[in-house]
């Protein structure tokens, strides 16, 4: 697992399903400091976009979306260490207005067309794209390298998406110090927040209502101890899910009151989707809110509107179904609702007023707290625990932090039986030890299959990975070996069997069945993420010179209207001046064609020019 490098500065990042956002904790001022992007904004789209030109992340490629339906993909933590025919991605790939594939051993691949070509891209390859946007906007904050962070997790992520989100990082040299769950960050926010009121245990439930995903989370707080009692989730639950019921919604009322069919026609879904979502927000604060998209299809402006009523009407399962999984939660660590004392609000779509009535209702009343910014708390808690990874920092809140592990973690034993060595929501770090015997008489090697889930029937359960160790010499049955389980602060499972009568030990780090990025996959990623990035800085650099041509050949332009330059000017110098424009106007009018070192020339011949036009 990645140790820091340098001794360096480690941020916090939530790198979340629809915004991401970066926070790192400066000791120097003893707060944290929410990091804002280069439009001013403290959360970035995780969103990135290809053209004919160039390659967008975040705001930029947002905005472009509308008009690039097809080469803009979002979503993409979704995808994250799950199979093509993962049903959640057949289902997700239906609403995409981007291509989803079958890559190499079923892992799914966005297709894209950028500068003209395409090209493939595993969903490492997107979020180490966000990441890097992330880390760009760090460093031009603190003004240095940064090189260590600690990014969140929702808090179901399995065994693999936790190692995908990882290599996410390995691709583009950013070092994921430590992955924990997005909830237990914002509980650390929370409770920095309420540092001088927190006497005695309390317990938090944080109701972490995002753009993708949902997550409960009961953490109790003594002292400087954190400790995560449980979780529950939905990963398919959150404010995309909310456009998208909206968006079937005015599909319908167009088809039937228009008239108008846009269903199958992408970019007026996108264009809709984008409608529903500004939509949305003004809901919930006002309780009728206007639609309008000029041009929704050729020669129709289309006008709507819709009432609160109608938005909770159309949603109000989803909603309902928040709470459900509050009660879910609670049941599981066996916790009655009254002896919560703080139910926290986190994530955007922990706004909806009716999400915050039925929350409120559940807890009989209860105030709900929302002190905390619901889209900043995740990225203010990571950047807390990075600090607490940092060498040489002094000042750091001393929170001692426990999580727990979201699946129940074992071996199948005979008659495909579940053996649970790790119970779900057991405490992490930790490592259990347990012993089995050998089923036949004269076993030559012993298979030790590793899942994860709640069934009672193992192959029910996620197979992580499997191993074999031999016994020799064979033996009777009922030969005694040992497995041991270890899970590290990352929620990383790795396995080892030993043969207690002869020593033999055998030791893996689930890679698990899915598919996880081989290294000499990942190797060529470092290398096409370096490339894509130099690309980057080139077609930046080819902008800003163009800026610089075009602000010189209107200045020339503007001079050689004043009559006192333009007298003093010989018609040999003027031709030629003209000239040397008329070859820069060619530049930008087809900018794409052009060559970074012809620019420069022309850049130079303009500046000469200038030079002349001053001494004059
Ligand atoms: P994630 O962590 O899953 O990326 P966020 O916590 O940033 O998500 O929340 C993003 C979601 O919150 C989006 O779906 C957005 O539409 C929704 N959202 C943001 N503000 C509001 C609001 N005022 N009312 C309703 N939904 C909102
Ligand atoms: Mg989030």
Known sequence: MATKENNEL????????????????????????????????????SCVAFTNYERLIGDAAADQAPINPENTIFDVKRLMGRKYTDSLVQEDKMMWPF???????????????????????????????????????AEAYMGKPVKNAVVTVPAYFNDSQRKATIDAGVIIGLNIVRIINEPTAAAIAYALDKRNDCIGERNIL????????????????????????????????????????????????????NRVEI????????????????????????????????????????????????????????????????EECLRDAKMNKSRVHDVVLVGG??????VQQLLQDFFNGKNLCKSINAD??????????????????????PLVLKDVTPFSLGVSTKGDIMSVLIPRNNTIPVTKKRSYWTCTDGQLSIKIKVYEGERAKASGNNLLGSFSISIFPPALRGHPFD????????????????????????????TNDKGRL??????RMIQEARQYKSEDEKFIRKANALNDLDRRVYRIRSALNEEKINSKLSSKEKQDINLTICRATEMLDCLNQQDIGAIGECLKELKTILDRIMAL
């Open 349 to 354: 779509s922990s706004r909806i007023p009716k």
């Open 263 to 326: 269903s199958g026609n992408s970019r007026a879904l996108r264009r809709l989707k984008s409608a529903c979502e500004r939509a949305k927000r003004h809901l919930s604060y006002a309780i009728k809110t206007d639609i309008e998209v000029d041009g929704l299809v050729r020669g129709f402006d289309w006008h709507a509107s819709i009432t609160r009523a109608k938005f909770e009407k159309i949603n109000i399962d989803l909603f309902e179904e928040c709470v459900k999984t509050v």
């Open 518 to 523: 081989s290294s000499a996959e990942i190797d």
């Open 206 to 257: 944080v109701f972490d209502f995002g753009g993708g995903t949902f997550d409960v989370s009961l953490l109790t707080i003594e002292g400087k101890v954190f400790r995560v009692k449980g979780t529950a989730g939905n990963s398919h639950l959150g404010g995309e899910d909310i456009n998208n019921r909206m968006m079937k919604y005015f599909v319908e009322e167009l088809r039937t009151k």
């Open 10 to 45: 480690v941020i916090g990042i939530d790198l979340g399903t629809t915004y991401s956002c970066v926070a790192v904790w400066r000791h120097e001022h003893n707060r944290v400091d929410i990091i804002p992007n280069d439009q001013g904004n403290n959360t970035t789209p």
């Open 376 to 397: 900043e708390a995740v990225a203010y808690g990571a950047a807390i625990q990075a600090a607490m990874l940092s060498e040489g920092i002094s000042n750091v809140p």
């Open 99 to 137: 291509k989803v594939v079958a890559g190499v051993d079923d892992k799914p691949m966005v297709v894209v067309k950028y500068k003209g070509e395409e090209k493939k891209f595993y969903a490492e390859e997107i979020s180490s794209m966000i990441l890097s946007k992330m880390q760009t906007i």
């Open 483 to 510: 497995i041991t389980f270890a899970l590290n602060e990352n929620g990383i499972l790795s396995v080892s069997a030993e043969d207690k009568a002869t020593g033999n030990e055998k030791k893996i780090t689930i």
